[in-house]
C-alpha cells in the first residue's frame, strides 16, 4: 500500500525523496572532492617535514659533490630548454603554489629544447646531467625562477648565465619537482621552517571548507508548486501563455477593410440624378471601435541551466550561488529554498545571505543576531 501524509496523499513523501537524493548526491560529490585536496596537502606537510638527502644517493652518478652537499632526489627523465627571447623571471620564493589543474604535455613558444639526461636537486644546486654536458644552477646564484601554471616547465635564470634555460619535465612528475626544488632552496637559505608553517596555514583554511551533510527533507517542507511537473517554472509559463492568448486574440480581431465605420444611406431621388442604395461613407469621422490597451505581459521565465565549474561547497543549484568570493546576496532569488537549507522566518532577515555552522542559510547576515539558533555564522554566500 502506497505511504501517505494525513492528508492521503504521496506526493510530497516522492518530492522529499527526490530533494534527500539530490542534496545527498551533492555533498558526497563535495566531500570526496575536498578529502582529495586534503589529503594532497597532508603529504606535502609529511614530506616537508622528511625531505633529507645523503651522499650515498649520488653513488654511481656522474657528479662531484662538494664536501657540505647531499642528493636530496634525481628523476632520471628531463629536457633542457633555453628561451630564445630576452625574459626576466620574478625572484625565487618560497610559496607552496595549490595545484589548480592538471598541466599539458607541451612546450611554451619561444622555448626549445636543447639536451635532455637525469635532473638532480642537490642541497647547494640542480643538476642536469645531459648527453651534451652538465647543466649547474647553483642556489646562491639564481635570480629568477618561474613555473609555467599549464606546462611542465620551470625556468631559471642566474647571474653568470645570459640566456634563461629551464628544465621541460613529465607531466606526473612535475608537482613533486617543483616542491621538492622549493624545500631545497627553503634549506639553502635555512628557511624550512617557513614552508613547513606555510603548509599547516593552507591545511588550516582548507578545514574551514569541509562540507556539512544537509539537513533531511520532510513531506511536510513540500510546496504545492511541487506537485506540478516543472514546479514553479511551468506555473510561471502556464501564467505567462494566459496572459499572452486574450492579447493576441485582441489583437487578431477583424477590423473594417476601409478603415472606418459605414452607414446605410436611403435610396433618395437626387436634383440632378438618381443613385442607388449604397454603403455611403460619411464625410466625419464615424463612431470607430474602441481599442482596448495594450496589457502587460511577463515573458516567461527561461529554464534555469545547471551552474559552470565548482561552487567551492555550495550544492549545485541554477542561482549560481556559492562560497568562492564575489558580490554578496542581499535580494536573493524566490526559489532560493529549492535549493538550499533555509532557517524558519528566512525571508524575515535584514541583510545578506549567509550559511550556518549547521549548514542552513539565513537572510540576516551583517546582523549581531545572524544564525544565532543554529550554531552562529560559518561563511557568507556570493555570486
Known sequence: MARTDSTGSTWRYRWAHRQNVRRVS????????????????????ALAADFQGSAAAGAGLALELAADEV???????????EVRHTTV??????TVAPRTGSLRPRRPDGVRVTDAGMAVITSRRLVLLGGRGRRDWAYGRITGLAHDPAAPVTLLQVLDRRRTSGLLLPTDAAPDFRFK?????????EQRAAVIAQIDELIAEHAQLKPFRPAVNTPAQARFSARVPGGRRTI?????IALLVPAALIESDPSDPTGGAEVAAAATPAPTSSVAPALIRPAGPA??????????????????????????????NPLGYGFCGGTRIRKPAAEVCDWFDCVPQFWAGRGYLVQCRDASVSLAGGRSNACAEHQGVRRTMTK
Open 26 to 45: 551533492t555533498y558526497r560529490g563535495a566531500e570526496a572532492a575536498w578529502q582529495r585536496r586534503d589529503d594532497e596537502l597532508r603529504r606535502l606537510r
Open 71 to 81: 642528493v636530496l632526489w634525481a628523476l632520471p627523465a628531463a629536457q633542457l630548454v
Open 89 to 94: 623571471l620574478p625572484a625565487p620564493d618560497l
Open 181 to 189: 626544488l622549493t624545500l631545497a632552496f627553503a634549506d639553502a637559505i
Open 236 to 240: 510561471a509559463v502556464a501564467a505567462a
Open 287 to 316: 463612431l470607430a471601435l474602441k481599442t482596448p490597451p495594450p496589457k502587460r505581459t511577463t515573458s516567461p521565465r527561461p529554464s534555469p541551466s545547471a551552474t559552470q565549474g565548482p561552487l567551492c561547497g555550495a550544492p549545485e
